[in-house]
């Protein structure tokens, strides 16, 4: 089954304590991206991935870093997780600019 | 700046009645338009995209949506809503495969 697939799915955390949610894809998309989702404020992206190697920043990268190692894992990385990131977290993937293919999200908070 | 704006943030509305979701974009550049939907406690699922051609796109579980040109929205349309309906439901625009914005959401609510 094609999918995309996020672990874990919730998440209880305390300020600074590195942790990393891992996001993985069986599709070969080359596209894949991060999204936190806030109450009022949609999904805003966090960063994304051309493919093996490439990544970018999206709108809200400030506390967040990613890699992109091989093609079907684009882990998301908090080294020092913060109250103000406790949120929603999607991983998604694309073929191009089609249409995206969603994880089922993470639930993170940051005590 | 590329932007999506959905005017509303709720919408309620009784079973088998018609709804639309309002969706506008700003954009200088040609966009790619989508309508996701977010049942709860799930990922969002597309439901619809415009990429080029007929401005009348017809989506899964019978919605469609407009694409308007002059006046920059990409509006969603049922004729008929069931209580299996109520979700959030996300527009989006992209002037490509890296960049998309989403709107704030609008949560539909379907009574019986």
């Known amino acids: 089954e094609a999918q995309v697939t996020q672990n874990p799915r919730y998440l209880i955390t305390v300020t600074g304590k590195k942790l990393t949610v891992t996001c993985s894809q069986n599709?070969?998309?080359?596209?894949m991206s991060w999204y936190r989702q806030d109450p009022g404020l949609g999904l805003r992206q966090i960063y994304y991935?051309?493919?093996?190697?490439?990544?970018d920043k999206g709108d809200v990268p400030e506390g967040y870093k990613v890699s992109r190692k091989e093609k079907r894992n684009f882990p998301l990385i908090l080294e020092s997780p913060s109250p103000n990131q406790t949120s929603l977290y999607f991983c998604?993937?694309?073929?191009?600019?089609?249409?995206?293919?969603f994880g089922p999200g993470t639930r993170l908070l940051v005590l | 700046a590329q932007s999506v704006t959905q005017l509303d943030s709720q919408v309620p509305v009784f079973e088998e009645a018609p709804v639309e979701l309002r969706c506008n974009y700003s954009?200088?550049?040609?966009?790619?338009l989508f309508w996701y939907v977010q049942y709860p406690n799930q990922g969002l699922q597309l439901l619809l995209k415009?990429?080029?051609?007929?401005?009348l796109v017809k989506g899964i579980n019978g919605f469609e949506a407009e694409f308007n040109k002059s006046q920059t929205s990409f509006h969603l349309r049922k004729p008929s809503v069931h209580i299996s309906d109520t979700a959030e439901y996300f527009c989006?625009?992209?002037?490509?495969?890296?960049?998309?914005?989403f709107g704030s959401g609008t949560r539909l609510s379907i009574r019986p």
């Open positions: 998604a993937s694309s073929p191009g600019a089609t249409g995206l293919y």
């Open positions: 599709m070969n998309h080359e596209y």
């Open positions: 991935s051309m493919n093996v190697e490439v990544t």
């Open positions: 954009s200088s550049v040609s966009v790619y």
């Open positions: 415009y990429l080029s051609g007929s401005t």
């Open positions: 989006a625009s992209s002037p490509g495969a890296s960049k998309i914005i």
